[in-house]
T-cell receptor, first 109, second 114 residues
Framework: AQRVTQPEKLLSVFKGAPVELKCNYS??????LFWYVQYSRQRLQLLLR??SRESIKGFTADLNKGETSFHLKKPFAQEEDSAMYYC???????????FGTGTRLLVSP | DAMVIQNPRYQVTQFGKPVTLSCSQTLNHNVMYWYQQKSSQAPKLLFH???????NEADTPDNFQSRRPNTSFCFLDIRSPGLGDAAMYLC?????????????FGDGTRLSIL
């Protein structure tokens, strides 16, 4: 069975502090992982995907197959980063996304 | 510019009264998805259309149906809503299936059951 776990419902940090949003997955195949973000009053949108190895808005995420993790990191949080973040896994067999329950990031001034 | 449009944003219906939620897209994408998201839970895929091919998730209740009359529109029909169906319903599209095809989401319709 495939599962995505985001252990923190809420992560509160001060502006300028480092941020790490945790994501662990369970999947027997070769996973494809994503981070989606939902800012206040906006729709859910793709932030980044592991196959692109990209940095978006200062965020990066590295797939660690040994630890089955895909944590989202940013060295210096900004207030505008406050949002709901969802980790998601794509089932390559059936091509569907499985989401975690999300972590709300709150960056205070 | 909104590319995936869901109407209405808020829908209230009575227990057992059929309700239809609407999704339209201006992206001309092949795939359209419907997700259900209950409070503090992950979005959960109900079904998706690849063009005209309907794909139902195994655990989607029979109470939920969908129609896609053309490329642009997709509807979610709940035949006899129960209290447990109160949720946010998200529509999404992608050009094709695959990990290099990001899903574009609408704003969602929040459904309440009286």
């Amino acid at each position: 069975a495939q599962r995505v776990t985001q252990p923190e419902k809420l992560l509160s940090v001060f502006k300028g502090a480092p941020v790490e949003l945790k994501c662990n997955y369970s999947y027997s195949g070769s996973p494809e992982l994503f981070w989606y973000v939902q800012y206040s009053r906006q729709r859910l949108q793709l932030l980044l995907r592991h196959i692109s190895r990209e940095s978006i808005k200062g965020f990066t995420a590295d797939l660690n197959k040994g630890e089955t993790s895909f944590h989202l990191k940013k060295p210096f949080a900004q207030e505008e980063d406050s949002a709901m973040y969802y980790c998601a896994l794509m089932n390559t067999g059936f091509q569907k996304l499985v989401f975690g329950t999300g972590t709300r990031l709150l960056v205070s001034p | 510019d909104a590319m995936v449009i869901q109407n209405p944003r808020y829908q209230v219906t009575q227990f057992g009264k059929p309700v239809t939620l609407s999704c339209s897209q201006t992206l001309n994408h092949n795939v359209m998805y419907w997700y259900q998201q209950k409070s503090s839970q992950a979005p959960k895929l109900l079904f998706h259309y690849y063009d005209k091919d309907f794909n139902n998730e195994a655990d989607t209740p029979d109470n939920f149906q969908s129609r896609r009359p053309n490329t642009s529109f997709c509807f979610l029909d709940i035949r006899s809503p129960g209290l447990g169906d109160a949720a946010m319903y998200l529509c999404a599209t992608s050009r094709d299936q695959g990990s290099n095809q990001p899903q574009h989401f609408g704003d969602g319709t929040r459904l309440s059951i009286l």
